[in-house]
């Protein structure tokens, strides 16, 4: 069953029933999930919990469908690892990487997919859609299989060949449109409305956005039933980095955990941070920009969930960094070094302003930070391809390997390394 | 009769500007502001147009000449990553 009982608008607290409808229609406010936290916190606890199964459908009280519906490719539940050789290269005592990088489709997206899937469903929509430059469109098309569901996937036609496959290998609907990003937009939106299609995130964006919940309840679970010192995530429409916090409170308000004093700090890279940039001038109210960065996954120029993730900033004591391009290769490149996971250029945006964070002393050595690490690293391959180390060539004979290493670490000696 | 829902963002320069009560004086456009914010380095306002389809394009045309931000949707970008 459910406990979920009303869409309710965020700015004028209007609610209106569960439906597949997204704004509030005397405000155009976002529409947000309430629930029933008492009959929640009869139904569960820690011990039920940790008798559900190893996905983040072990908190199916917690979720806006009904879980007979679910579609469940073994979705979240990802490990919480103690990323100890990363702390100390960037000066931390405490610092757990949340990985994942290890969902069915390889991101979070997961997250939100397997809920959105579930609630669609629920609903009787018999075909699902998504706008997406990857991670979205490899997770709605695996999902869609997955249910026998009619999908269809419009991405920018100048996409790289891998998330083209990433998608098209689930045989959705794969179409590519030409044009700019707003006209992208602009052209999803108007088919939302022609189309009786389940838009993840458009038509069940309220209950596709709360799947991002999850990973603060893993994170508190797998700390022990407790919340860190501060949590970095990183940021596109803000939606994941404002989730999290909003799972942290809702597992005190069911008597899970203490009251989080989680610091929530967010992630951007420089050539798409319109959240940073305002956090930066101290405004709530950020200005769209044109995306222009490596780190297409969080390429959102006019961020749905700008405003809410700014003011989270302001009530958690977090705060925004925003990192360049080269500082998003050199961090999935610490990542993979230091802990051996390859993460997608989010994460390296995620690492980058993490130690960003750490260096100037906003985060305190002394604080137990969660970097939330979103998506997997074969997705964005030409991102780092060119900043590699060239591999040894040799002939097939030890004194050809033995001369190649001589050379090898003479260079290292001559580069001063 | 069509119904259109945008977000105009204006930076600090346009703000002391009367580009709504412009646009409904020079084009067949009712204009209803459902949200708005301003402070300052930028102001926001989510409008509702109410005229023919044409109309309102034009409209918006304008206002984007002006220097004015226009998207659409009202609740940000719907391509995701």
Redesign the interface.
Known sequence: MTFSRALRCR?CGREYELKPI??CE?????LEVAYDYDGIHAAISRDSIERGPKTLWRYAELLPCDPAYKVDLGDGYTPLIKADRLAKAIGLDTLWVKNDTVNPTWSF?DRVVSVAIAKAREFGFSAIA???????ANSVSAHAAAAGMDCFV?I?DDLEQGKVVGSGIYNPTLVTVRGS??D???L??EL?MEHPWA?V??NV?PYYAEGSRTLGFEVAEQLGWRAPDHIVAPM??GSMYTKIWKGLQEFHKVGLIDEPHTRMSGAQAEGCSPISTAYA?D??????QKPNTIA???????????YYALKQMQDTGGGAEMVTDDEVVEGIKLLAETEGIFAET?GGVTIGCLKKLVASGFIKRGEETVAIISGGGLKTVEAVADHLEEPLHVTPNAAAFNEAMRARQASLVGAGA | MANKHVRLTFTPQLVQEPVIYNMGHQFKVITSIRMAAVDQSVGWVVLELEGEEDEIERALEWTRSKGVRVDEPTLGDVVEG
């Open positions: 700015e997204f704004s005397y405000c155009f406010g976002p997206k998504c706008a997406s430059t990857g991670n979205l419009f920018p990003y707003d992208v937009n602009r999803c939106t939302s838009f995130n458009i964006r596109a429409s001038h405004t709530l109210n950020f200005v769209p297409r996954s969080l390429a959102i120029g006019n961020p749905a969930d700008g989010a």
